[in-house]
DNA sequence: CACGGATCCTGATGGC
DNA sequence: TGCCATCAGGATCCGT
């Protein structure tokens, strides 16, 4: 589900309200991707200080110690007044003196897990080997070129895999090709200095309209009080195989790319 | 070392 | 209606 627009979308939804508030109790419901890391009684009366976001990762920081929050493919939050009836799919409950934070998450490709701090080995594997954030003054188009300069694999992959730039999952990832007129399938090395230009500016744009409207809802994206998102009804070519390209008419195709599906149009878009 | 594929898990969907 | 195959927003691990 969540790209970097779901999990931004998600963290200010609730990140002021949950900012001050003292960690009552938490509880785990079926195993996540990895293992919290510490005894959930632990937590019991550290304060949430701020929430934080690096690349689609949610840094919740106490005043001792971090929680980092991942969503996987299916996970949502949702922030509640009162402690809500807990479902099959609701694998985290922190319930603090500002309400209650819950995990639904399905498919379980999420996770939560506590570091003493960011440099603690416990972050630094998750965190360690991410690239710069899109959306930070840091992400810069001549540095971008010189990474992709090298790699032999496709730019779609090289995208995804999250190692130059962060937060560009399957969606963002074709629709900011789309607007750069780059084909998923080129080779990332192949692209010059122009065209990198395009798209570095298609992703920065992509993932701020795409904030601005609240993410992309396929299925049952929400934010933490439950409001779903409208980008996905403005996509380009996501999930539109077969019909007219909003911009000259081609049919937009579909192929597989280290198991994700990959929508481009085959007239705007060149190797 | 860089790349591509398999993999974790559950639910929705479509064909028969 | 049921059964089966396929696919889904992510990211790690493993073999080549």
Redesign the pocket.
């Known amino acids: 589900?969540?790209?970097l627009p779901?999990v931004e979308v998600t963290r200010l939804s609730f990140a002021d309200r949950i900012a001050g508030a003292t960690i009552a109790q938490v509880r785990l419901g079926?195993?996540l991707?990895w293992p919290l890391g510490c005894e959930p009684a632990a937590l019991q009366g550290r304060v949430v200080q701020r929430v934080d976001r690096r690349?689609?990762?949610l840094l919740l920081e106490l005043d001792r110690g971090l929680l980092l929050l991942?969503?996987?493919?299916?996970g949502s939050l949702r922030f509640a007044e009162r402690m809500p009836q807990a479902g099959?799919?609701d694998h985290l409950d922190i319930a603090t003196s500002r309400g209650v934070l819950r995990l639904h998450d399905?498919?379980?490709?999420g996770a939560v897990v506590y570091a003493a701090d960011r440099q603690a080995p416990a972050a630094q594997?998750?965190l360690g080997?991410l690239g710069v954030e899109p959306l930070a003054p840091e992400f810069d188009a001549a540095a971008l070129y010189d990474g992709l300069r090298?790699?032999?694999?496709?730019i779609k992959?090289?995208l995804?895999?999250?190692e130059l730039v962060?937060?560009?999952?399957?969606?963002?990832?074709c629709e900011a090709l789309f607007l750069a007129g780059i084909r998923p399938t080129a080779r990332?090395?192949s692209l010059g200095r122009r065209r990198v230009l395009r798209l570095h500016a298609a992703i920065r744009q992509v993932l701020e309209q795409a904030v601005a409207r609240g993410?992309?809802?396929?299925?049952?994206?929400a934010n933490a009080h439950g409001e779903a998102?409208s980008f996905?009804q403005g996509a380009m070519v996501?999930?539109r195989a077969g019909q007219p390209c909003r911009v000259c008419g081609s049919p937009i195709r579909?192929l597989?790319?280290?198991?994700?599906?990959s929508y481009f149009c085959p007239t705007c878009q060149k190797y």
Request: aromatic share 8%.
């Open positions: 589900m969540p790209e779901e079926k195993p991707r690349g689609k990762y991942h969503l996987g493919m299916s099959p799919h399905p498919r379980r490709f594997k998750l080997r090298r790699r032999q694999a496709s992959q090289i995804l895999a999250g962060v937060g560009v999952g399957n969606i963002y990832a990332a090395a993410g992309s809802t396929l299925r049952d994206f998102g996905q996501y999930g579909l597989r790319q280290g198991q994700r599906s």
